[in-house]
């Protein structure tokens, strides 16, 4: 990330595709992270279809629902990733004269430049480039071309397979031994897997109940609300502000995560940090529930040195409440920044454990997992 | 005032303070008071009317701090007229063999009299006041020596100077902004970071008052859903040409680190040193003792509240309607209170204030200067009497 590079970013825009503006007023503490003018973006890569011969079109429409945020959250993201590529995959033909493996993988270091254009990479949609990249390295020179695109789109199915949704199975199985009867359970924004966890220890006919913590400018804990109490579940709603207010009630807190670093770092949506410290000085133990294969050798430390920048006018303007508007014409006044963090990290102190699908684990183990169950095994 | 109250209709304490302490003015001024015991049937007075103004809205806490001030006065200016009475009964009594006609010129008071004011609990307690059983009510007995003039001026003398006590009140609590925003040249350095949470006009004069005198910081401000006046002050501090950024009250934990102090204002304070704030704020004053941040508060005298919080979160804070967090119509369609057991499925929640403990505070600053959390208790010693805690008419002795 060095966007404050200047000769870096004037390079990043001659090969973009998308064309992105420069944001005004941008935040200094974040000159490093890309921050650009939302709502510009969309129009125009619209307009650009046909001319856009290479790129394949599966992923050009995934590009374009991350652009305009239909597709949300890590693991949601990573499938739709890689069934784009699959779909690639199929249609691609070597040209005469070059090795799949190297022209494949130079096509796919494209789609995936196009991809951050829209938006940066998670580092779920990272780790599965990377296991992809390497299949696509390890075909031998000797099979054909068409088993060649056989084997990488089985590969690529028993990834989606077994990290993420046996994963999923077997991190809520491994939960819903957490929750007894009577207990409060706490969580934050919307998580596929703690949704998954909830709905199944419902089933089970575990009485519990929910409350939903939620924060702008996204509101994601709505649409977990709506999808909870349309499967029956007892649920509290409020916002982040009240959590002191509401975690006396509370027993367990479960939280979903973006990754977990290899200090034990949580990366997360922003205002997990906060839901973990609370609950933490209220002695409540905090759940993390994360698939193994969004863990990441990287460290982090703060929220600062690596982030994404969202888009700034949905902090100024608030859905439903027109009278508050005391911030339109933001972008004039030079004195003013408006900032919209998309992650957090949360120290390690505050989780008490994680549940993965090799088992439940302290924070102090994530290492010990990324380095044993290591790149090479960790695909086989 | 006490439609206005339960409607809520004034915000800010500072208003509703000002508001009382006029309304009491008035009653002082209008309440005809009898010869003797003046003290007691004005007491008697404005206990009635600040039980009818704090039942109207308990969780205004300014309204009863007020009531408690004015109380408090009474009885001092009451115990100042008798001090200077007894002063003149021992010098008369010096004076007694070379002038006996001089007695009704001073105001003269019996034995009982001197007696039952130093039985008045502003006094420190001495041995003869400990063993006595008497009501605590500063009833002064009646003075049968004194003249009818010497009586009628006392009175007036006593209305007289609790006025003028309860005008040096309403200016004081008009005045606070300005005495809390000196102070903040000594707490704002050059190219300082300053996070604040929501809107608050102490705050806002604070920082003003730093900018004046030239110091350049930055200001964090997190907007406060679901009320969102971080928007409002945001506005105002880039008018005064302040660097400004407004951040989401999710991204507190993650931008405090970056933050050298945390100034913020509050709804009261409490005895024990905690804070009734806006809610929201319990999360940032953690998140800055996570990170060894001064957490500040600024507070106008008329906050102070005598009485220590039991369950604060609880029997402090009032709950807003949850429009403010869900519209309606979009859950319309999930709300089947048909189903089941027929109780709601849905519950939202969204309360007003919160309670931040003393030991997260790390500085008051008050129109009286700074002070920490633990010396709190002190000021309201020099603020309350301890017979007022509990604003509520005597029952009538004999019953």
């Known amino acids: ?380 | 005032m006490v439609a206005h109250g339960r409607q809520c209709k004034i915000e800010g304490s500072q208003a509703t303070a000002r508001q009382t302490a006029e309304l009491l003015r008035s009653v002082i001024s209008q309440q005809r008071v009898p010869y003797t015991n003046q003290a007691g049937a004005l007491i008697d007075a404005v206990k009635a009317v600040g039980e009818q103004l704090i039942a109207a809205n308990p969780v205004e806490l300014a309204v009863g701090n007020i009531v408690r001030r004015v109380l408090h006065i009474i009885r001092e200016e009451d115990l100042s007229l008798t001090t200077a009475a007894i002063g003149e009964l021992n010098l008369s009594a010096v004076s007694d063999d070379e002038n006996d006609d001089d007695r009704d010129g001073n105001t003269t008071l019996s034995a009982a009299a001197v007696a039952a004011a130093a039985r008045s609990t502003l006094r420190p307690p001495s041995l003869q006041t400990l063993l006595e059983d008497t009501p605590v009510s500063a009833a002064v007995p009646q003075t049968s020596s004194s003249g009818a003039a010497d009586k009628s001026s006392r009175s007036r003398k006593l209305k007289h100077d609790v006025i003028e006590a309860v005008n040096e009140l309403i200016q004081d609590i008009v005045t606070c902004h300005e005495q809390i925003a000196e102070q903040a040249v000594e707490h704002i350095h050059q190219n300082e970071v300053i996070l604040t949470l929501g809107s608050s006009r102490t705050v806002s004069e604070f920082l003003f008052a730093a900018k004046e005198k030239k110091r350049s910081f930055r200001v964090f401000v997190a907007e406060g859903a679901p009320r969102y006046q971080g928007h409002l002050l945001a506005k105002e501090l880039v008018a005064r040409g302040l660097q400004t950024t407004l951040i989401t009250d999710s991204a507190v934990f993650a931008m405090i680190s970056r933050v050298n102090m945390v100034i913020v204002g509050a709804h009261a304070v409490m005895a024990n040193g905690g804070v009734i704030a806006p809610v929201g704020m319990n999360l940032v004053a953690l998140a800055a003792q996570k990170h060894a941040v001064p957490f500040v508060v600024l507070a106008g005298s008329h906050k102070l509240c005598p009485l220590y919080p039991h369950n604060p979160e609880v029997l402090l804070n009032e709950l807003r309607s949850p429009s403010e967090l869900l519209d309606f119509g979009e859950f319309s369609d999930c709300m089947d209170f048909g189903s089941g057991s027929g109780s709601p499925l849905l519950h939202v929640v969204n309360p007003a204030f919160d309670y931040v403990p003393p030991k997260l505070v790390s500085l008051f600053i008050t129109d009286a200067g700074g002070h920490n959390p633990s010396y709190m208790y002190r000021l309201i010693a020099d603020y309350y009497s301890a017979d007022d805690l509990v604003v509520q008419r005597r029952a009538i002795a004999g019953n």
Request: contains cysteine; glycine residues 6%.
């Open chain 1, 1 to 380: 990330m060095q966007y404050d590079d200047k000769s870096r970013v004037q390079k990043l825009k001659k090969r973009s595709v998308v064309k992105p503006t420069e944001a005004r007023n941008r935040v200094e503490l974040f000159r490093h992270l890309p921050q650009y003018e939302h709502g510009t973006q969309l129009p125009v890569l619209q307009s650009k279809f046909f001319q856009l011969d290479t790129l394949h079109p599966a992923v050009y429409k995934v590009g374009l629902q991350y652009l305009s945020g239909d597709i949300c959250g890590g693991n949601a993201r990573c499938i739709a990733m890689l069934q784009a590529f699959q779909e690639a995959i199929r249609d691609y033909s070597t040209p005469p004269a070059k090795t799949l493996s190297r022209d494949l993988t130079a096509k796919i270091s494209s789609y995936v430049s196009f991809l951050i254009d829209c938006r940066p990479l998670s580092v779920s949609m990272g780790n599965a480039i990377r296991f992809l990249k390497s299949q696509i390295a390890k075909i031998p020179i000797s099979l054909s071309e068409s088993e060649a695109k056989a084997t990488l789109h089985s590969d690529i199915e028993r990834f989606i397979n077994e990290k993420i949704i046996l994963a999923d199975r077997v991190i809520v199985k491994h939960a819903v031994t957490k929750i007894r009867d009577g207990d409060v359970l706490l969580t934050y924004g919307s998580s596929s897997a703690v949704e998954m966890i909830l709905q199944h220890a419902h089933e089970l006919g575990k009485q519990f109940r929910v409350v939903i913590v939620d924060s702008r400018p996204k509101h994601e804990g709505k649409l977990l609300l709506r999808r909870l109490v349309r499967k029956g579940l007892s649920c509290t709603y409020t916002h982040i502000n009240a959590i002191s207010y509401i975690m006396h009630e509370v027993t367990r807190v479960f939280l979903g995560a973006s990754s977990v670093l290899s200090n034990g770092t949580v990366y997360s949506r922003v205002g997990t940090a906060c839901v973990a410290m609370v609950a933490y000085g209220f002695h409540i133990p905090v759940l993390v529930c994360c698939e193994a294969y969004k863990f990441h050798e990287r460290v982090q430390l703060d929220s600062i040195c690596s982030n994404e920048l969202g888009d700034p006018d949905s902090i100024s303007k608030v859905p439903g409440r027109e009278d508050i508007n005391h911030l339109d014409g933001w972008d004039k006044s030079e004195n003013l920044q408006l900032l919209n963090l998309i992650y957090d990290a949360t120290p390690s102190d505050y989780v008490s454990l994680i549940i993965t699908d090799y088992g439940m684990i302290p924070p102090t183990s994530v290492p010990v997992i990324v380095r044993e169950y290591g790149r090479g095994q960790l695909w086989i």
